[in-house]
């Protein structure tokens, strides 16, 4: 039994990378406040805690004290670390639960935690003590299984966003408007596309094809994505950063979103579901789950990663028979509808104290 009466305590407290103050467009801190929106939803304002772990050093300094207020004072705890703050926080979560006895639950954001506990193994231990680990993907949960975590569950990426479906073509003739929509790196494959793009063109011998780069650019990554950028042809172009709410509308207004990923940490990306919501088929590279998340031939095209002229082979399949891909749009709308977070927040509240 916890050392505090329930009728004094808050529902659930959530830890993670809320970037208060900050317009952070990184999947890290989209998913934790779309988890913990949707918890606010549920059970209301006053019922949710956020815990904010952004501020390096001067969280590290207070971090202990966060983690005993959120156990002194709520029946369930939802962090969301990644890898550095999972190796802070675990030992002391555990400690401090010894007295309070609460259910802690890990939705994990991105594919990295089998490598990483894998590296430190004493975090699997502490693990197998929490009431659940939630993962993205069937994959990541069958390989935490084989590290004995067995209080692995499946819940799917997730965002509240509209769904639009427009019956009008996204291509005309001699044009045919191509999307990246991700945090703007190296790995997300952005030389690979603009390659791609421009062999297809260039086989062509027109320039039926752009490509519209959206998305933060990385840090440490500016001059790399500048000299990238430099010289372009007119049909490249960097449109910068879209609001959380903007991006169905956005993208609706493309033919098909490129996501020729080779990211190490790459799971269940946003992007994927703001394609789907948008009608907008992917092509996307192998890379992960990718090809268990979009559906070849149905939901978009698959490619091998790092392979750009099979890139290059389907969007000169594209050129020759748009249509394939128009009839792929209401599948993608289909799709869309499974990763609400209402739906898939349930996964997750099923097993809580309330």
């Known amino acids: ?26 999947g890290q801190t989209i998913k934790t406040k779309i988890i913990t929106n949707e918890l606010e939803g549920i059970f209301g304002k006053t019922e949710v805690k956020r815990y904010d772990t952004h501020g390096g050093l001067a969280f590290v300094l207070r971090m202990p004290f966060v983690i005993f207020k959120m156990l002194f004072g709520s029946k369930n705890i939802v962090i969301m670390p990644g890898d550095k703050g999972l190796f802070m926080t675990m030992p002391f979560l555990m400690l401090y639960n010894l007295i309070f006895r609460r259910k802690i639950f890990y939705v994990v954001i991105g594919g990295w935690l089998p490598n990483f506990v894998r590296k430190w193994p004493h975090l699997i231990s502490m693990l197998k003590h929490i009431e659940g680990i939630f993962v993205e993907t069937q ?78 650019v990385w840090k440490g990554q500016e001059d790399w994505f500048l000299s990238v950028m430099e010289n372009q042809p007119d049909y490249i172009q960097y449109k910068g950063c879209v609001e959380y709410d903007s991006s169905v509308k956005t993208l609706e207004n493309y033919f098909a979103l490129l996501f020729p990923t080779y990211y190490r940490g790459e799971c269940f990306a946003g ?84």
Not at 160 to 184: E, K, W, Y
Not at 202 to 210: E, N, P, T, Y
Not at 315 to 327: A, E, F, G, V, Y
Request: hydrophobic fraction near 40%; include cysteine; glycine fraction near 8%.
């Open 1 to 26: 039994m916890g050392i505090i009466r329930n009728d004094y305590m808050n529902k659930v407290s959530v830890i993670g990378h809320f970037g208060f103050g900050l317009n952070l467009l990184n």
């Open 139 to 216: 994959v990541l949960k069958s390989q935490l299984e084989s590290l004995g975590l067995e209080n692995t569950f499946i819940m799917p990426n997730c965002k509240r966003i509209d769904i639009s479906f427009s019956s009008v073509a996204r291509h005309t003739i001699g044009n045919i408007p191509l999307c990246m929509f991700s945090r703007v790196m190296k790995e997300k494959g952005i030389e690979d596309a603009i390659e791609a793009v421009k062999e297809a063109n260039g086989i062509i011998g027109k320039d039926i094809f752009s490509l519209d780069i959206y998305g933060q």
């Open 271 to 354: 992007t994927i579901i703001d394609a789907f919501a948008a009608g907008l088929p992917i092509i996307a590279s192998d890379w992960h789950d990718n090809p268990n998340l979009i559906d070849e031939g149905r939901t978009g095209k698959i490619f091998p990663t790092r392979d750009i002229e099979s890139l290059v082979g389907i969007l000169m399949d594209i050129h020759r028979n748009p249509t394939n891909l128009d009839s792929m749009r209401k599948n993608c709308i289909e799709e869309a509808k499974l990763y609400q977070p209402d739906k898939v927040v349930q996964i997750l509240t099923s097993r809580m104290s309330i």
